[in-house]
């Protein structure tokens, strides 16, 4: 679980590019706002990942997976 | 499940954001604003801190209606949106304290970031240098952002703190328009030479809410393009260069060259690190200066407290001689420069690793 509520651009990407690096197949990922939702879930999906994300009362939860 | 934005049509509404604004910054000068100045968001908080009476120098001294634009713009369109969301509290005072000296900068370069590719799609080749300087500072800030630079977590807020920054500007709004005696206005230079308030007005709500939408940031572009390989931002300030370029092309206001540039000087070294300032503190607050004022009219208040460093910075360096002119640069400006890359050296030093989130 990364939880990125409350940093600033562009430190939620750098946190989700850094557990990438662990190498691990699936993550979950909290954002408290749409911009860190968008920046988070457009480098996923280029990374070649599969997303998909919801929101619940203003808290984004994104879930990454490596595409096998 | 929440809907994930196709890249394309993200790419498409920067793109549009990207071309709104270099239209209205080449065309606000047609309509008055001093030359390769249709926007420029350091120069006009710069204005306004004159116009409240902040610094004395006379020929930069109105409160600028782009500004007040900006910020209402982006409160109304986040409000509609459900954007508007009041937060605060990631380490306010280090980011006054930044920004400061991104304003020590500008008023060295003699523009913020948006305002030097506007410099630069009139063909003001020192404008280029200070891009040069511009991505030197980003870079150098992208090494502490590699190795865990934070400044650390906002926390939600109530409904004032956010909304605080947008009732502000409906303040200055009214002091605008009513003129009261304490207010000035500058009657010769830079400050007086403005579009009318209306047109002024309407190009800030207009950008401004297109850049809530959008996420434009000058910095940003350059930044995710390092750090990720990604190209939206950067699009975004592909598309303005390109969009007040033609605009100036088609107005006779494209004059390149270094010598006798409007509201410039040509002194490369300083053009240079006013800008490396500029982009190495703007990479550490997370945005740069248009940001800022975007995101404080979203309710962010650790933003809302940067556009004040910025104002308070534009004050000092007007009542201590650091602005530049077209005149040249200052000994001031020159010294203060460089404290402000030392201050925020130990600042990026300060909230790396240790810190680590």
């Not at chain 1, 749409?34 to 988070?40: D, L, P, S, V």
Request: aromatic share 10%; charged share 15%.
């Amino acid at each position: 679980m990364i939880d990125t509520s409350g940093l600033s651009c562009p430190e939620p990407v750098i946190m989700v590019k850094k557990a990438m690096e662990s190498g691990e197949d699936s993550y979950t990922v909290i954002a408290d706002n749409r911009t860190a939702f968008e920046n988070i879930t457009r480098f996923a999906a280029h990374q070649g990942f599969g997303v998909s994300g919801e929101e619940n009362d203003g808290v984004y939860t994104i879930r990454i997976e490596r595409n096998k | 499940m929440e809907s994930i934005k196709s890249y394309k049509k993200e790419l498409i509404i920067i793109g549009i954001c990207g071309l709104l604004i270099g239209l209205f910054g080449a065309l606000l000068v047609k309509f008055g604003n001093p030359k390769n100045m249709g926007f420029c968001i350091a120069c006009f908080i710069r204005d306004t801190a004159g116009g409240l009476g902040l610094h004395t120098a006379a020929k930069v001294q109105y409160i600028r209606p782009e500004i007040i634009g900006l910020i209402l713009g982006a409160f109304g369109i986040s409000f509609i949106r459900k954007e508007f969301k009041p937060r605060g509290g990631s380490s306010p005072i280090t980011r006054f304290v930044i920004s400061f000296f991104v304003m020590v900068g500008c008023l060295m370069f003699l523009g913020c970031p948006l305002r030097m590719t506007l410099r630069i799609a009139g063909g003001d080749l020192n404008a280029i240098v200070g891009l040069v300087g511009f991505v030197a500072g980003i870079l150098v800030g992208i090494v502490f952002l590699k190795r865990g630079f934070s400044l650390k977590r906002a926390y939600p807020q109530a409904p004032v703190e956010g909304g605080t920054m947008p009732a502000i500007q409906i303040v200055l709004l009214i002091l605008l328009l009513a003129a009261p005696a304490f207010i000035y206005f500058s009657t010769e230079g830079p400050g007086a030479s403005h579009a009318p308030i209306i047109i002024s007005l309407c190009a800030g709500l207009i950008v401004g809410g297109m850049a809530q939408v959008s996420r434009l940031c000058m910095v940003g572009g350059i930044r995710d393009f390092v750090l990720f390989r990604e190209k939206k931002l950067l699009f975004g300030f592909i598309i303005l260069l390109a969009a007040a370029f033609i605009v100036n092309l088609c107005l006779g206001n494209f004059n390149p060259g270094f010598a006798d540039q409007p509201v410039a000087h040509s002194d490369g070294l300083w053009n240079f690190m006013g800008m490396l300032l500029v982009g190495y503190g703007s990479v550490l607050l997370g945005g740069c200066p248009l940001r800022q004022l975007i995101l404080s009219g979203e309710g962010n208040s650790d933003s809302a407290v940067t556009v004040l460093g910025l104002l308070v910075g534009a004050a000092f360096c007007h009542n201590f001689g650091l602005a530049s002119s077209p005149d040249g640069v200052t000994f001031a400006g020159k010294i203060g420069v460089i404290i402000g890359l030392c201050v925020i050296t130990v600042i990026a030093l300060a909230y790396t690793k240790k810190n680590r989130v």
